[in-house]
């Protein structure tokens, strides 16, 4: 190490807590990012008025953000509430970093928009908002790491966004100061930099005025009443706001609001340190600013600071630390804009390999070091949208990096506010991911891990293991936890695949074909000509019952109600004919019905659900099963010749169709069985009581020894619907995706008489025609397959995007689902997908790959020979 900066490591003394003199720019200290403090408006503590339409609790940047967003867009009666002053909490001591980049595809919309906003925020508000953008570059020092580079880049295609994988030389180029010894390529966005948050968060705050939003400090929330008529009742010193609406931007105090409304937001705050150094002279001597640099192996991020330099490094998870005593305690009255005590010794080994990275970190001397808390969710992403169970309770809250997604999450959630839907689908941030199973520990232990992870390879079909198992596993997990490979659902453990003797366990993550693939060949192969069993005991599921039930499944659903003893795929649709979600509908009684949905989407689409209820004045009762009822998925085409060992119920096809549902007794264990099976082959959904779940499925694999029956997973789970052209709800539709494109017209009924949600919109779609459809390609690859949201290329040209895909083990090629554009969606056409930076032939062929069971055993009745 250096031996100037040993000694200012030496000499350094942090703050006291309470000691920090102010946020950038304050008396004696320059604002970081190099801008003008911008122009504090005078607090104002009182409430004004005692109705809004929207009360914002908390004045970070976030909060901030949504009251010049609603506030701008017309909403009249914005109040935001800030309990000291505005930038207090995580806003004021952030390092200011904006990017484009983000590997979810939608929020790079998010990244987009905010740096959009930000570039003419001074000329809009007349403040000074400290905006720098150099660039930034993340340093590949691995082949792993280049491969995860080129990954990246095939989902950058179908983006408007620049981004550009860069050899060494133009890295070096742009950041001169480096050490190359390592550097094997680098991801280079042009337009990422850095902002002053404080400035950022005064500009969005004059912006917000302007447009006559109230922004009232220091007035601490003390209570939130909900009232019949689904208004709130916020309460402060001052009095008391009745809004229509409630938001929670409170940061690290949002945990507390929550828990007026009786919930538990899975949030914790992470102390994260950065460093600010002296002059540097080569530095100084630099004729333009450097692009911040993401040393991802060294785990670090670091930017020029005037004429120094300001770097901050990502701990690994047992040395990173939690304030975990203000999830229990809560946040000590009085603290805003404090900090923790550094603790250089935890940071020391990112220190050391900053300086083999950038060597003139060796002669610098530290003039400031931060430390200060930011607010984890378990996954490190934000919570954004509105609640399930809480009546016109929204969240914007859990923002690791909240200064680059303020000003796009003030937009969306504005959008979403105003409109009725969200204006893209972002159900990666959806607060309902999250449930009751979602214990402290279980997050303490995740945002250790996701903190610690944060500059970690993102590879795909990722596993991360701490807080696992949670509560919620299956009444098959202890039978089947040695057997398989298991992979996290909402809290749930399902198998992905099973261990034979000969396989190599375990999770062994890869951009290529792994040791999943051969096993998963296998598997399909059982399901195909045996038997094979599946715990799908994660799906959502609900009981809908009432006098008003078939009305409000004839308004929620684009599909019929089925009749009694019937089952049917249903679509919600949003108000503008988008894919809100995709559930089987049973009626097992009269007006009583099971639905049911995908693992991550349950309470997503029970909060749809529930506010119609309320909306519409419906007489019906929604009950939640989704812990207490597990479910087995038995398919292939000695399915029925097992299943009938276990009953005096006649399960042939003449009595038991398809799509049909009915109460059965298997080895005397009572189950509702639906003829049903996602793979598309011959089987049956089995939901039964959670306790029942080990006696139903020993009895099965004993009924089928001479079938040889076996487990499968859900990765053969996918092979299997991709050949049969079945959609996946959040890959081929979701809220970006109308069901027409997504090529759903068999299950949307617009000639029936109930006027469902999204039926007009999607007249108007039909009448004017679509733009681009859903197209099922096969690929010519070599170890490597698509995984969904690759570019698309014809002509040299990016023309559209996957939406999932696999190895097709039937057809022995790779397969995918893709968007293109109406003239380039025919039969034969060809195409190339780009994958880990090559482009692969494509054609699109006419789908399904593979026939389904009934549709087979239809043709087969005509004495047609169908294709298997």
Known sequence: MGTVLRGALRRLRPPRRGGWPGPPGAAGLRPLGGGARGREENPSPSLGKDRADTVIIGGGCVGVSLAYHLSKAGMKNVVLLEKSELTAGSTWHAAGLTTYFHPGINLKKIHSYSIKLYENLEEETGQVVGFHQPGSIRIASTPTRVDEFKYQMTRAGWHPT???LITPEKVQELFPLLNMDTVLAGLYNPGDGHIDPYSLTMALAAGARKYGAQLSYPVQVTN??????????VETPLGVIQAKRVVNTAGFWAHEIGKMVGLQHPLIPVHHQYVVTSSIPEVKALKRELPVIRDLEGSYYLRQERDGLLFGPYERQEKMKLQDSWVTNGVPPGFGKELFESDLDRIMEHIEAAMEMVPVLKQADIINTIAGPITYSPDILPMVGP??????????IGFGYGIIHAGGIGKYLSDWILEGEPPFDLVELDPNRYGKWT?????????????????????????????????RVSGLYDLLKSKCSMGFHAGWEQP???YKPGDETGYKPSFRRTNWFDPVGREYKQVMEKVGVIDLSPFGKFKVKGTDSVKL??????????????????HMLTPRGKVYAELTVSQLYPGEFMLVTGSGSELHDLRWIEEEVVRGGYKANIENMTDEMGVLGVAGPYARHVLQKLTTEDLSDSSFKFLQSRHLKLSDIAVTAIR????????????????????LYSAIMEAGQKEQIDNFGTYALNALRLEKGFRAWGAEMNCDTNPLEAGLEYFIKLNKPADFIGKQALKQIKEKGLKRRLACLTLKTDNVDPEGNESVWHNGKVIGNTTSGCFSYG???????????????????????????????????QEPLVLTEPTRTRLQRKGRSPKA
Do not use: C
């Open 439 to 471: 214990t402290t520990e279980y997050t303490a232990a995740k945002a250790r891990e996701s903190y610690g992870f944060n500059n970690i390879v993102g590879y795909p079909k990722e596993e991360r293991f701490a807080g696992r198992p949670t509560k």
């Open 811 to 845: 057809a022995q090629q790779s397969l995918a689902f893709a968007y293109v554009p109406t003239e380039l969606s025919k039969v034969g056409q060809n195409l190339e997908v780009e994958l880990l930076g090559k482009n692969y032939s494509a054609t699109i062929i």
């Open 496 to 498: 992905h695949w099973f």
């Open 553 to 570: 499944l004839d308004h929620l659903f684009a599909n019929v109600v089925p009749k009694v003893g019937s089952t049917n795929i249903s």
């Open 224 to 233: 939130l009443n909900s009232r019949s008529d689904g208004t709130w009742e």
């Open 676 to 695: 049903i099976s996602y793979t598309g082959e011959l089987g049956w959904e089995l939901y039964h009581r959670k306790e029942d779940a080990v006696a």
């Open 387 to 396: 609640h399930q169970g809480v009546r016109n309770y929204w969240v914007a």
């Open 162 to 164: 620049e981004q550009y």
